[in-house]
């Protein structure tokens, strides 16, 4: 069982940053590929990034590359989510996931492939 908690969300301006947080308990939390997903009001939760088991790895969703950076810090049970040049579209509850992986470089980008995942945090970006 891996306990996920994130935050870190609030109201920004456009343009603005911020930094996501997520803290894990439970299992080695080096066992997992660690991502984070949003869902916006209406729509579909979406995939956003992930950092692989290692951390040498990422990968980002289209919307969000070389704005957001993902990173992690195994021996702190730690996963950030650096997120700047905010747009409105950004707007969405974020959430933290780990995923099982036996690859210390896979990098899953599908929700069905992340077993846990944590309660979400509010990001809002006023334009």
């Known amino acids: 069982q891996v306990q996920l908690v994130e935050s870190g969300g609030e109201l920004v301006q456009a343009g603005g940053s911020l930094r996501l947080s997520c803290a894990g308990s439970?299992?080695?939390?080096?066992?997992?590929?660690m991502g984070w997903f949003r869902q916006a009001p209406g729509k579909e939760r979406e995939f956003v990034a992930v950092?692989?088991?290692?951390?040498?790895?990422?990968f980002y969703a289209d919307s969000v590359k070389g704005r957001f950076a993902i990173s992690r810090h195994n021996d702190k049970n730690l996963v950030y989510l650096q997120m700047d040049s905010l747009k409105p579209e950004d707007t969405a509850v974020y959430y933290c996931?780990?995923?099982?992986?036996?690859?210390?470089?896979?990098?899953?980008?599908?929700?069905?492939?992340?077993?846990?995942w944590g309660q979400g945090t509010q990001v809002t970006v006023s334009s």
């Open positions: 950092n692989s088991r290692s951390g040498d790895s990422t």
């Open positions: 439970g299992r080695t939390f080096s066992s997992y590929a």
């Open positions: 996931a780990a995923a099982p992986v036996r690859s210390y470089r896979y990098c899953p980008t599908a929700s069905h492939e992340y077993e846990y």
